[in-house]
């Protein structure tokens, strides 16, 4: 069974940094696509940035350039470095992975009803 637990949100100012950190457990990060995603209340989760076992990476648009995403194979860990964070960077942010069948990641990697197993979500704030 894969597990997720997301670490690292909190308050920040606009133009701040903040790195959010993802331990996973139980999953062959070769194999798996994982990404994060982030919600505000009243909409569906939005697909931020991904990675599969191959180190590709994909961002949405409105991070490019600000968010990196990360995999650290050895701590079986999934980072998101935030950086230049804007107000509208404000939500809850979750962690999330699956099995990467079929090119899934490749082709559908912000599709948030694709991914199997999620994590418990973390909070960022950006002030302006």
């Known amino acids: 069974q894969v597990q997720l637990a997301e670490s690292g949100g909190g308050s920040v100012q606009s133009g701040g940094s903040m790195r959010l950190s993802c331990r996973a457990s139980?999953?062959?990060?070769?194999?798996?696509?994982m990404g994060w995603f982030r919600q505000v209340p009243g909409q569906g989760r939005e697909g931020v940035a991904t990675?599969?076992?191959?180190?590709?990476?994909k961002y949405a648009d409105s991070v490019k350039g600000r968010f990196t995403i990360s995999h650290d194979n050895a701590a079986n860990t999934l980072s998101l470095q935030m950086n230049d964070l804007k107000p509208t960077d404000s939500a809850v942010y979750y962690c999330?992975?699956?099995?990467?069948?079929?090119?899934?990641?490749?082709?559908?990697?912000?599709?948030?009803?694709?991914?199997?197993?999620w994590g418990q979500g973390t909070q960022v704030a950006v002030a302006s």
């Open positions: 999330a992975a699956m099995k990467n069948d079929a090119g899934l990641c490749r082709f559908y990697p912000f599709r948030a009803n694709s991914y199997e197993y």
């Open positions: 139980g999953y062959n990060y070769k194999r798996f696509c």
């Open positions: 990675l599969d076992g191959q180190g590709s990476a």
